[in-house]
């Protein structure tokens, strides 16, 4: 069965320090990832995913995310984190295989607090 | 181009009564889906729709339901309202089966 693991409830990071928020995941076919962002009263905003090619994505606000298959991670990084970072942020997965029925399986999410 | 929009954004109810919530996607979206956010429970899976059909359903009891109409614009009915109801109710659309989800703001129910 397919699943997403945000082992986290909570992170705690000083302002200007790297932030991890860490996502673990299962699927049977390959995995299409995606981290997403939500502000208090918001609606989910895209920040960044995984298809296939190098493993270190890119996304919005300088987040960054490694997919590692043979941890079956994807976790979401930030080399300096801002006050304004402090959110609660999603990982998400999708099987792609043939026998998916491609549905997207959320992680619990992760409240990301960034102390002035 | 458009983002996902939803109506109403606020919505009080009170028990025993129904609500038709509304979603317009992204034009050229042709899949809509349906979560309910709550402080508790975190994001819940409602339904998914892609043209015009069902393609997969959360565990939710059969007072939730949805539609999708041939512009891709989708609704989702919940009869006989519950306290428990009362939550953030997301709407996302994606261009295909594989695509990115990209959420509309949300409709915030609260029954009384």
């Known amino acids: 069965a397919q699943s997403v693991a945000q082992p986290e409830d909570q992170v705690n990071v000083a302002e200007g320090n790297p932030l991890t928020v860490k996502c673990t995941y299962s699927v049977s076919g390959n995995p299409y990832l995606f981290w997403y962002v939500q502000y208090p009263n918001r609606g989910l905003q895209f920040l960044l995913k995984?298809?296939?090619?190098d493993n270190l994505v890119k996304g919005s606000y300088g987040f960054e995310a490694e997919f590692n298959k043979s941890q079956t991670s994807f976790h979401l990084k930030k080399p300096s984190a801002l006050v304004s970072d402090s959110a609660l942020y999603f990982c998400?997965?999708?099987?792609?295989?043939?026998?998916?029925?491609?549905?997207?399986?959320w992680g619990a999410g992760t409240k990301l607090i960034i102390k002035p | 181009k458009a983002g996902v929009t939803q109506t109403p954004r606020y919505l009080i109810k009170t028990r025993g009564q129904q609500v038709t919530l509304s979603c317009s996607p992204i034009?050229?979206?042709?899949?809509v889906s349906w979560y309910q956010q709550t402080p508790g429970q975190g994001l819940q899976f409602l339904f998914e729709?892609?043209?015009?059909?069902?393609?997969n359903k959360g565990n939710f009891p059969g007072r939730f339901s949805g539609r999708q109409f041939s512009n891709s614009r989708s609704e989702m009915n919940v009869s006989t309202l519950e306290l428990g109801d009362s939550a953030l109710y997301l709407c996302a659309s994606t261009s295909g089966l594989l695509g990115t989800q990209y959420f509309g703001p949300g409709t915030r129910l609260l029954v009384l």
């Open positions: 729709y892609f043209s015009e059909t069902q393609r």
């Open positions: 995984y298809i296939t090619g």
């Open positions: 998400a997965v999708r099987d792609s295989g043939r026998d998916s029925n491609y549905q997207l399986i």
């Open positions: 034009s050229g979206h042709r899949s």
